[in-house]
C-alpha cells in the first residue's frame, strides 16, 4: 500500500463500542429463537417495533421471554448461528483495531449467554462484553441431572426473569457506556443499527449508524456517518487517522482496509454534511 487510503480520522478515536444484533451478526438472536420455537411472525414484529422506536424495548423485552420460555441450552444455540451469520469483515475490523492499540466493546441488549461466546471468538476480551444476564428456574427441566455447560449452568433449566439492567431498555445503552469509559480520556466510538444505539450517542464523541443488515428510518435520517453496504470494512476508513491506516501496511489487515475504501468511493458511506470522519 504505497499511499494511506482517503478518508481518515481527523483526530484518533480510542474506545469502539459495537452492538451485536445486525451490526455484528445478520441476525437478531431473539427473533431466531422464536423461529425454533414457531413464533418468529410474532415475536419478531415486537422485536421490529422497538428497535425502530415505535415503543419502547423495556415494554417489550420480559414478555418475548415468557412467550419463548426458553432453556439456557437453547439460548446458548444462538452463539453457533451468530457465528455462521457474522458480517462481513467484522472480526477483520475488530482485529485491526487492537492491532493499532484501540480498545473494542460490545454492547448489546441480546442474551448474554450467547453474545458473550460469539464475542470471544470476534476477539473481544471477555470483560468488555455486556448483554443481558438472564435468571433460571432451578427446579425446572430435569433438576437431577447435573450436565452443565461452559460456564458452569445447567443447560435444560427454563427462563425465570431478566436481569436489573439498562441494556432492556431503549436508552439504557448510554448508561452501560458511560460506566465502561468510566471517565478514562480518549475519544469514543458507537457501530450500530438501532435506536437504542443512536441514543446511546450523547455519550460517545461519534456514532456510526450500520444499515448494512437492517435500515432503520430513525438511524438512516440522524447518524452523523451511515454504513449502508453489508460489510463493516469502512468502519476503518473512519475510523483510523492516516498515520494509523499506513501502520496497517504490511499487515493481514491492509486487505480489509483496501476493501473499506473501495466500498467507500462505491458510496457505501455518508457522511453528514458539517460532521468530518
Same mark, same amino acid.
Given at each position: 500500500?504505497?499511499?494511506?487510503?482517503?478518508?481518515?480520522?481527523?483526530?484518533?478515536?480510542?474506545?469502539?463500542?459495537?452492538?451485536?444484533?445486525?451490526?455484528?451478526?445478520?441476525?437478531?438472536?431473539?427473533?431466531?429463537?422464536?423461529?425454533?420455537?414457531?413464533?418468529?411472525?410474532?415475536?419478531?414484529?415486537?422485536?421490529?417495533?422497538?428497535?425502530?422506536?415505535?415503543?419502547?424495548?423495556?415494554?417489550?423485552?420480559?414478555?418475548?421471554?415468557?412467550?419463548?420460555?426458553?432453556?439456557?441450552?437453547?439460548?446458548?444455540?444462538?452463539? @453457533?448461528?451468530?457465528?455462521?451469520?457474522?458480517? @462481513?469483515?467484522?472480526?477483520?475490523?475488530?482485529?485491526?483495531?487492537?492491532?493499532?492499540?484501540?480498545?473494542?466493546?460490545?454492547?448489546?441488549?441480546?442474551?448474554?449467554?450467547?453474545?458473550?461466546?460469539?464475542?470471544?471468538?470476534?476477539?473481544? @476480551?471477555?470483560?468488555?462484553?455486556?448483554?443481558?444476564?438472564?435468571?433460571?428456574?432451578?427446579?425446572?427441566?430435569?433438576?437431577?441431572?447435573?450436565?452443565?455447560?461452559?460456564?458452569?449452568?445447567?443447560?435444560?433449566?427454563?427462563?425465570?426473569?431478566?436481569?436489573?439492567?439498562?441494556?432492556?431498555?431503549?436508552?439504557?445503552?448510554?448508561?452501560?457506556?458511560?460506566?465502561?469509559?468510566?471517565?478514562?480520556?480518549?475519544?469514543?466510538?458507537?457501530?450500530?443499527?438501532?435506536?437504542?444505539?443512536?441514543?446511546?450517542?450523547?455519550?460517545?464523541?461519534?456514532?456510526?449508524?450500520?444499515?448494512?443488515?437492517?435500515?432503520?428510518?430513525?438511524?438512516?435520517?440522524?447518524?452523523?456517518?451511515?454504513?449502508?453496504?453489508?460489510?463493516?470494512?469502512?468502519?476503518?476508513?473512519?475510523?483510523?487517522?492516516?498515520?494509523?491506516?499506513?501502520?496497517?501496511?504490511?499487515?493481514?489487515?491492509?486487505?480489509?482496509?483496501?476493501?473499506?475504501?473501495?466500498?467507500?468511493?462505491?458510496?457505501?458511506?455518508?457522511?453528514?454534511?458539517?460532521?468530518?470522519?
Amino acid at each position: 500500500m504505497a499511499n494511506a487510503p482517503t478518508p481518515a480520522a481527523s483526530r484518533p478515536f480510542d474506545f469502539f463500542f459495537f452492538d451485536c444484533d445486525s451490526t455484528l451478526s445478520t441476525v437478531e438472536g431473539i427473533d431466531e429463537l422464536a423461529r425454533r420455537k414457531g413464533k418468529f411472525d410474532e415475536i419478531k414484529a415486537m422485536t421490529d417495533a422497538a428497535m425502530e422506536g415505535e415503543i419502547f424495548l423495556d415494554a417489550v423485552y420480559d414478555r418475548r421471554l415468557e412467550m419463548l420460555a426458553p432453556t439456557h441450552e437453547e439460548i446458548t444455540a444462538i452463539d @453457533p448461528l451468530y457465528r455462521s451469520t457474522v458480517v @462481513p469483515h467484522a472480526a477483520e475490523v475488530i482485529g485491526a483495531l487492537h492491532a493499532v492499540g484501540k480498545e473494542v466493546f460490545i454492547v448489546s441488549g441480546g442474551l448474554l449467554a450467547a453474545v458473550r461466546p460469539f464475542g470471544r471468538w470476534l476477539g473481544v @476480551p471477555h470483560d468488555r462484553i455486556r448483554a443481558v444476564s438472564l435468571e433460571y428456574d432451578a427446579l425446572s427441566g430435569e433438576w437431577w441431572d447435573y450436565l452443565q455447560d461452559q460456564w458452569d449452568q445447567r443447560i435444560d433449566v427454563e427462563y425465570k426473569d431478566s436481569e436489573d439492567t439498562p441494556l432492556v431498555q431503549s436508552t439504557g445503552k448510554s448508561d452501560v457506556v458511560r460506566e465502561l469509559l468510566g471517565g478514562r480520556f480518549g475519544r469514543s466510538m458507537l457501530i450500530g443499527d438501532g435506536v437504542s444505539d443512536l441514543a446511546a450517542s450523547d455519550v460517545v464523541d461519534r456514532f456510526v449508524g450500520f444499515s448494512g443488515v437492517v435500515s432503520r428510518p430513525h438511524v438512516v435520517a440522524e447518524a452523523e456517518v451511515l454504513v449502508t453496504g453489508e460489510s463493516l470494512s469502512p468502519v476503518l476508513n473512519v475510523a483510523l487517522t492516516e498515520s494509523e491506516q499506513l501502520g496497517l501496511s504490511g499487515t493481514v489487515y491492509e486487505q480489509v482496509l483496501e476493501e473499506g475504501l473501495a466500498r467507500f468511493r462505491a458510496g457505501e458511506v455518508l457522511v453528514r454534511k458539517g460532521s468530518t470522519p
